[in-house]
Structures are given as structure tokens and as C-alpha cells.
């Protein structure tokens, strides 16, 4: 192993690409859960109106009115609550979609996580073993050194070399 080498993950392009995915399943659950909020707020403009709609024939049961007037009131009052009906449902359908969502980016998230636990270890191991290459290559030339010093100018070893 070279000791300059940096370490390089073979997986870094997936852990990526999962990354992105995982950012792409948060920024889809924001828009869910904004499409929820409009249908909350739609439904409960709905429910408002409709309410307000009865209290104002409420007030007014003592009035003579005419036949048209009623039935056209009555057909208001039945749009609304149709109206409220179908909010109701798709406030069900978009709920649903947001716990698909939200499983979904629980999903990708462990991916994402699972992929940098392996790069965890993969640096653990890379880093471990450019130590004991280093130590080795240490060990090595403080060894070629201790014997380059104990050996004469002329090739021969000396007392201290040769009485070991």
C-alpha cells in the first residue's frame, strides 16, 4: 500500500445518488403535506360557510318565502355539504399519500444511512491499515539505519555487531 493514497469509497457515487433520492422523498413530503394544509384549510372554509349558511336560514324560519327561493336555497345548501363530502375524501386520499411518503423517505433514509455505515468502516479499516504500513515502513528504515551504524566504513562488521 502506498502511504500517500487517499481513501477512496467505491460506493461514494450510490451514497450520492441515495442522498439525493432521500432529499428529492423530503422535498415530496413537504409538498403533500402542503397539499393536506390547502384541504384542511379548504374543508374547514367549507364547513364555516355551510354553518353560516344554516344560521342564516335559521334566523329567517319565520319569513314567508317563495317557492323558488327555497328550492334555490335548498340546492345551495346541498352543494355545500357535497362539497364538504368531496373535501372530506380528498383530504382521506392525501392523508394516505403522506403516510406513503413518509414511508418512503423512511426508507431511503436507511439506505442512505446504511451506505454511510459502510463508509464508516471502510475508512475505519483503510486508515488501520495505512497505520501498520507506516509503522512497518518506520520499523524499516530505523532497522536499515541501526545496521548501516553498526557496521564498519569498510563493509566488516564491528565488535558491537558481531558480539550480539
Do not use: I
Not at 41 to 66: F, V, Y
Request: aromatic share 4%; glycine share 6%.
Amino acid at each position: 500500500m502506498k502511504t500517500g493514497c487517499r481513501f477512496r469509497f467505491p460506493l461514494a457515487t450510490l451514497l450520492k445518488v441515495r442522498g439525493l433520492r432521500e432529499e428529492a422523498a423530503r422535498q415530496e413530503l413537504a409538498q403533500a403535506l402542503a397539499r393536506v394544509a390547502r384541504s384542511r384549510r379548504a374543508l374547514a372554509e367549507t364547513r364555516d360557510l355551510l354553518a353560516a349558511r344554516l344560521a342564516e336560514l335559521g334566523r329567517s324560519h319565520n319569513e314567508a318565502w317563495p317557492a323558488a327561493d327555497f328550492l334555490l336555497k335548498l340546492r345551495h345548501l346541498k352543494q355545500l355539504h357535497t362539497v364538504l363530502g368531496g373535501w372530506r375524501e380528498q383530504l382521506a386520499r392525501e392523508e394516505a399519500e403522506v403516510a406513503r411518503k413518509q414511508e418512503t423517505l423512511a426508507r431511503r433514509h436507511q439506505d442512505r444511512r446504511l451506505l454511510e455505515r459502510l463508509r464508516d468502516k471502510a475508512r475505519s479499516r483503510f486508515q488501520k491499515e495505512l497505520a501498520r504500513t507506516l509503522e512497518r515502513e518506520t520499523e524499516g528504515l530505523t532497522l536499515s539505519r541501526w545496521t548501516s551504524r553498526e557496521r564498519a566504513p569498510g563493509g566488516e562488521e564491528t565488535e558491537t555487531a558481531a558480539g550480539e
